[in-house]
């Protein structure tokens, strides 16, 4: 379990499980109205919230965001949510309606597209991704005035891994995508007629932090990132489209 601060009040918790040799990194915005990205599984609950309670009055804790309803992004949300009084889900509608609301203890708060809501000094817009990295809800916060995207699977490197780096995560990226599609994790990352549209979307944002949920967090140029990503994505999964044919 680590703790790094990886741009200015955002925080990567990590945890590794070497038996699967994957981290499982959780984001928490210190602000007046903190906001924890990637609830984290239920196993992890007591180690994670012991790091959350670190950085914030978990009292003070305000927004639960996650990119879709998987357990590693959401499966402690009502653990959260029996300590924090405060706190409140949010998410997309299609997140809302199809899973969250069903599952948690408090509604979600639901944001539509593209719009934005402020925690204090940082301000967040939701940006829906269907099937981006995978699920139907999924959907990823932009951090605007730090410029930090929380992209969820993208970018996904299996092993332990710095908290940050400011090189290139392509070939790391390609590589973690090789090795899925070889294994029992294949199909893990689906590619769709909308996966290079909505990546595009993402690089328009210019993102200079990407906050990685499994592996580093990158610090550089985020557009040039998202549209490497792309081709990585299109020419693993989907290689007869990236000959043309
Ligand atoms: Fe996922
Ligand atoms: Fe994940």
Redesign the pocket.
Known sequence: MTTDEIAPDIFRISVYVPEINLQFNHFVIRDEEPLLFHTGLNAMFPAVEAAVRKLIDINKLRWIGF??F?S??CGALNRWLEIAPNAEPVCGLIGALVSVNDFSNKPARVVTANETFATGQHRFRFIPTPHV???WDAGVLFEESRKTLLC??LFHQWGEMKPLTHSSLTERARDALVQSEAGPFANYVPYTHHTGRILEELAQLQPTTLAVMHGSSYSGDGAKALRELSVVMREVLCPDAARGK
Request: aromatic share 0%; proline share 10%.
């Open positions: 990119s879709h998987e590693d992004e990295p995978h699920g969820s699977d």
